[in-house]
């Protein structure tokens, strides 16, 4: 990549320009923060991952005999309405002293198609609140699903353990809500256990339904599901990646502004979801060394899906987390052996060191995400002359403690961002680049170093 250098020019009547809203700050630019410095809460967090707790939480959900969406709520030991109180008990009594809001979200579905009769649909939901005026507004959330099924979705009584499918990412929910509750972040985190994605993603969908009409800033929302083992059908270990499924842009009959722009521009990598997922990588990586984040050009398995979907259909950016290869005789199929073969999801063939893995790559993302200012907004490249260089602009972030802004660039056939430009506490600048040949992206830095998603720009007109 050619060697890039701001406009000082472009930079100094920015500033002149923009002079109400720089007056808050200091008047000159501070130097860039250490961008490398690891920081030191995101490493406690990562080190206090267990994986007996894991193991732990794993074994009880398992222990439920069926966690099926319409089994039994009555008994205390067998069914999803046990479980749901176990995961709420236990996520009260572990963020016990902390500001962690455990609660239940729950609602009647009617009969529909893996619906035979009204059933109540219960999500535990526990938020960590932010801690910063400026951020609180802006949450993370993470999910697994607590429900399980056999092969027959309809079976609500059969056993299905769901070790994998979705005890692995209901436990790693419940482990980052029980370590991260111990901690601060600006922004505020949800750690959701939800019911009934196997009879259609009705959990995740209400809630996130909610979430839009209450117009909630829903920044990134990551789903853990399948990531217990690391042994793939056959035979073969990977316990060193996990996949992380991105989408680009919506599959809509109609084009919303923001799309037609991105198709417009080339940008239909740069949607707010692989934003996410590229930082996502960077940050996973960073604080869990030897560890892999694939990311995946789609938005799940092909032609499948998960409780991220609901999210994205609400305009949210929304990931999935799954191992690097599934072992299809482990999930959803009833208990059986068949010529010496063993089926179902049974914890037998779950990792709890790699799950535990996965849910550090999580965690570590989420105290970067709630620590780091929000992505900038209004950010847009200037387009009235035509010009090889290319000056973008921003609107200034609300929180107190921005440094200044960073302008990263890719080339336009790469995933992952490879140049980056400190460009201090301005809200335009001019990079020596052409807006013809890379993607831009402009991120907002704190004082500590900590470093938002990037934004992608739109055309000024
Ligand atoms: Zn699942």
């Known amino acids: 990549m050619p060697h890039a250098r701001i406009s000082l020019l472009a930079v100094l009547l920015a500033a002149a320009s923009h002079a109400p809203i720089a007056s808050a700050a200091a008047p000159t630019s501070p130097a860039q923060p250490d961008l490398q410095r690891q920081q030191a809460q995101i490493n406690k967090i990562v080190a206090e991952i267990s994986p007996k707790r894991i193991e732990a939480y794993i074994t009880k959900l398992v222990s439920f005999g069926t966690r099926h969406t319409m089994s039994e709520t009555e008994s205390d030991t067998r069914g999803i309405g046990a479980a749901r109180r176990w995961i709420k008990a236990e996520m009260e009594r572990c963020g016990a002293g902390s500001g962690l809001q455990v ?234 052996t068949e010529n010496g073969k063993v089926y179902g999801d049974l914890i037998e063939f779950v990792d709890f060191d790699y799950v535990a893995k996965v849910t550090r790559v999580n965690a570590a993302t989420l105290a970067s995400l709630a620590l780091a200012p929000g992505a900038p907004q209004g950010v847009k490249l200037r387009t009235d002359k035509l010009t090889n260089d290319s000056t973008l602009v921003w609107q200034a972030n609300p929180e107190p403690d921005v440094a200044g802004y960073r302008i990263v660039w890719r080339d336009t056939t790469s995933s992952n961002w490879e140049g980056a430009k400190w460009v201090g506490k301005v809200n335009e600048a001019t990079v020596e680049l052409s807006k013809d040949n890379v993607f831009f992206g402009v991120q907002a830095v704190d004082k500590d170093g900590n470093v938002s998603v990037a934004s992608y720009p739109m055309p000024q007109r």
């Open 103 to 336: 609660s239940f979200d729950s609602h009647v579905a009617p009969v529909s198609a893996r619906i035979s009769r009204p059933t109540e649909i219960v999500n535990v939901v526990a938020t960590l609140p932010g801690t910063q005026d400026a951020s609180k507004d802006r949450i993370y959330v993470t999910s697994g699903h607590y429900d399980s099924r056999v092969t027959d979705v309809m079976n609500a009584t059969a056993d299905a353990p769901g070790a994998n499918d979705d005890a692995s990412g209901t436990a790693a929910v419940m482990e980052m809500a029980c370590v991260m509750s111990k901690y601060k972040f600006d922004a505020t985190l949800v750690f959701m256990a939800v019911a009934a994605e196997e009879q259609g993603l009705l959990g995740a969908r209400h809630w996130a339904t909610q979430a839009r009409q209450k117009n909630l800033n829903i920044a990134g929302m990551f789903t853990n599901d399948i990531i217990g083992s690391s042994r793939a059908d056959n035979g073969k270990v990977d316990n060193k990646q996990v996949r992380l499924f991105s989408q680009s842009i919506p599959a809509t009959k109609e084009m919303s502004d923001v799309v037609r722009q991105l198709v417009a521009t080339g940008g239909d990598s740069d949607s707010l979801s692989r934003q996410l997922a590229r930082h996502t990588k960077e940050q996973g990586e960073r604080y869990v060394k030897g560890f892999k984040v694939s990311v995946i050009h789609r938005a799940d398995r092909y032609l499948r899906g998960g409780d991220h979907m609901p999210f994205l259909e609400q305009g949210y950016a929304a990931l999935r987390f799954t191992e690097p290869a599934e072992d299809f005789a482990h999930q959803h199929q009833d208990l059986r």
